[in-house]
């Protein structure tokens, strides 16, 4: 868009009308002063009707006073009504105009204030210094650098940038648009500056991450405001320096600065995001001391401290709270739930939300999405996946991130081949799809599908980063690829110069501990240049327990408990080792040990969604309200497998108890019950997608395979690492799990 120069005189439309009665006369018209309570759209038409019927609308004054009613009116938009009144007004003053830039300058084509102001200067009429920053406000948020740097030049050819807010417009322009040092040679050309342009040029420092410069700034400032005070916080906040946030907090009060709504939010939000309860608490009191309590932006922050930091009680009682709840308030919650692995309540929470009549939007997405992907909730996931198609494609700006969601939603509900299909349909595909497509073969033990999109990528131009190589050696562990996770392990630093992290140490033990290769395990880990956790000494002691390595064992099992005195898992793992080695001294020592410290077992617990609500059973179940027909059913499937010539294997039942009661405890697994409840829910010849907080045992994964036989049922199961598709009698993990 080409600017034209304003001419130099000024229009004889500029000058007062003499037509126009005297201001005062004007100024309290009674129909004018409606203008002062009008909140509604309808209300302001009738006002408008009396403005006509009293002449009123062949004033300039009172048009003005009407468009900028229209303008920056909080309880309605009427921009458009601006526009349709704007038209009609033969020769609008300097101020209607002004008014008209910034309602532009505002809407959702800001672009559109300079297609205006195109139009004025081809009128021959000249701006003044209140019409830069209103079209420097669209260039900013219209990205619109080469007009910008038009009415900058418009700017000092009148004279205009001797003018504060116009010099602060400019440098905000340039920050806005990534021209950083062109902000600042605005600012250091400037002998006058002002809190804004110091504010304006910390922000563009700030959104670079460069906070040393902009704390220099700040420093600098003669005399500084809540705005600047709010610049800097934020900027600090942004880029995850949350001491330094509250630190400057603490100065701002103890300067007795007056906070405002957006320091209130700010704060908030760097005490929940450093966990900062305390303060966060005190913040609290702070926000009822000023009367900001009943603002919802305060109390959607204060929903999201309470929630992040595990006080979900209290962050219930906020979000019930609120007189009038906004998708924030609805999202913050949701987000809360999903934070601390409350899935079912996120869940439960998003369908009240759609009840309520609230129209979710892409972060809704982001934080069910999750939610979705732990419980397996398959068929919710679906309606979101359509939900984005039509309602959010090409309105949001993180796409990809809700495209990756669905990648990683559908491969942990099951459906692999749907989440292929969405990574395929994506046309700009981040490093996180990439990531996030090939974990999701890995967990499906689709070993060669991930190392044919590892290829795919690198054709693409696309380098890996350590995310990826996670995801490539733990398809290796899943798959038993010994060589291959070998060769992958040493290209990440040959190849790529990726340091391995943990988790890459944790896959390759893992794999050569599954491989009974415990003395290159053991070199490994002594290479390691930090100390192993407990994930890979409960690998290797897994391992233990599948060659029947009792020696190792119990060395491995001292490190795990050193590492985690607490945790129930490596006294179990051990007591297990010992019972399969018939030692029931040294399992009853064990159990002597969990009992005298507390230590209660997690029971198994399997969920399947049917009709879009999820159906959780634990062992032995037998509150569930079909549950008569659940046992019928489990009785048939036992009936068929010994038929079958299924024998049940009672290695993995521990207790010292006879044969018989060994079979009954097995029987009664949740994986079992929740196949069985699928069995009488669905049509013959439904796939059953399963979903089990523990591993799979090997009874039930036997008994799964027959099963998925006589009934000719797809069965897919997914455990705590990976899953198991059932079809035909065989599982696709080959029996290596």
């Not at 991450?209 to 809540?226: Q, T, Y």
């Amino acid at each position: 868009m080409i600017l034209s120069s304003p001419p130099l005189t000024v229009p004889l439309c500029f000058l007062p009308s003499s037509f126009d009665p005297p201001y005062d006369v004007l100024r309290t018209h009674p129909s004018l002063s409606l203008l002062l309570n009008c909140k509604t759209l309808k209300s302001l038409r009738q006002i408008h009707s009396q403005i006509i019927k009293t002449g009123l609308h062949n004033t300039n004054y009172a048009l003005s006073k009407l468009i900028e009613l229209c303008v920056v009116s909080p309880h309605f938009d009427g921009f458009l009504y601006a526009i349709s009144v704007f038209e009609t007004i033969q020769e609008p003053n300097l101020l209607i105009w002004n008014t008209m830039f910034r309602g532009h300058a505002l809407s959702s084509d800001s672009v559109s204030a300079l297609k205006l102001y195109v139009d004025m200067v081809s009128l021959g009429l000249l701006p003044n210094s209140y019409t830069f920053p209103f079209l420097l406000k669209a260039c900013a948020k219209s990205k619109a650098l080469m007009e910008g740097e038009q009415i900058h030049g418009q700017v000092l050819k009148l004279g205009f940038d001797v003018y504060l807010y116009v010099h602060a417009s400019l440098i905000s322009m340039y920050v806005q648009n990534g021209r950083l040092e062109d902000a600042h040679k605005v600012f250091d050309g400037s002998s006058e500056r002002n809190v804004v342009s110091y504010t304006a040029l910390i922000t563009g420092y700030a959104s670079r991450g460069d906070m040393e410069s902009a704390r220099k700034l700040f420093d600098e400032i003669p005399v500084k405001d809540v705005v600047s005070w709010n610049a800097m916080i934020s900027g600090y906040v942004e880029n995850g320096n949350f001491k330094e946030a509250l630190e400057l907090f603490k100065e701002m009060m103890m300067m007795n600065v007056r906070l405002d709504e957006s320091t209130m939010v700010t704060v908030v939000s760097a005490c929940a995001q450093s966990g900062s309860i305390e303060l966060g608490r005190h913040v609290h009191s702070l926000i009822d001391d000023y009367g900001f309590g009943s603002s919802v932006k305060i109390v959607n922050a204060l929903i999201g401290l309470y929630s992040k930091c595990g006080e979900l009680e209290t962050a219930c009682g906020l979000f019930e709270g609120l007189s009038k709840k906004d998708v924030i308030s609805w999202n913050t919650l949701i987000g809360g739930y999903t934070h601390m692995n409350l899935y079912k309540e996120a869940l439960s929470l998003f369908r009240e939300m759609l009840r309520s009549g609230e129209c979710p939007d892409d972060v809704t997405m982001l934080s069910v999405l999750p939610a979705c992907a732990h419980l397996g909730a398959i068929d919710i996931g679906r309606w979101i996946h359509v939900y984005i198609d039509k309602k959010l494609k090409g309105v949001v700006t993180n796409d990809s991130s809700l495209r990756t969601s669905l990648i990683d939603m559908y491969a942990k509900c099951g459906d692999i081949e749907a989440s292929h299909q969405v990574f395929n349909s994506m046309i700009n595909r981040s490093l996180s799809s990439w990531n996030a497509m090939i974990f999701g073969f890995a967990m499906h033990g689709r070993a060669n599908a991930a190392f044919d999109l590892f290829s795919r990528m690198k054709k693409n131009g696309i380098e890996p980063d350590d995310i990826t190589f996670i995801g490539l050696l733990s398809a290796c562990s899943h798959s038993g690829l010994l060589d291959l996770g070998r060769h992958i392990f040493k290209s990440m630093t040959d190849e790529y110069n990726i340091t391995p992290k943990l988790e890459h140490y944790g896959c390759m033990i893992d794999l050569l501990g599954r491989s009974g290769l415990f003395k290159e395990a053991e070199e490994m880990i002594s290479t390691m240049t930090m100390e192993p956790d407990g994930v890979i000494w409960c690998s290797l002691l897994k391992a233990c327990k599948m060659h029947g390595n009792l020696e190792l064992a119990e060395s491995f099992a001292q490190n795990l408990i050193r590492i985690e005195p607490e945790n129930r898992g490596s006294y179990v793992l051990l007591s297990n080792i010992y019972a399969s080695a018939e030692r029931w001294n040294e399992v009853a020592k064990i159990r002597t040990i969990l009992i005298d410290k507390g230590m209660k077992k997690v029971p198994g617990c399997s969920s399947i969604e049917i009709n879009s609500v999820v159906h959780e059973f634990i062992i032995g179940d037998k509150f569930h309200p079909q549950n008569r027909e659940i046992y019928g059913m489990l009785d048939e499937m036992d009936v068929l497998l010994e038929e079958a010539g299924f024998v049940p294997d009672t290695s993995e039942v521990l207790q010292e108890m006879e044969e018989e009661w060994k079979e009954g405890a097995l029987r009664h697994h949740s994986e079992k019950l929740a196949i069985a409840f699928g069995l009488i829910s669905t049509k013959p010849g439904t796939k059953l997608t399963i979903v089990k907080n523990l591993r799979v045992c090997r009874n039930c994964h036997e008994a799964t395979k027959l099963i998925s036989k006589i009934y000719k049922r797809e069965i897919i199961a997914r455990d705590r690492t990976r899953f198991h598709h059932f079809k035909d009698g065989v599982c696709s993990c080959n029996d290596y799990w």
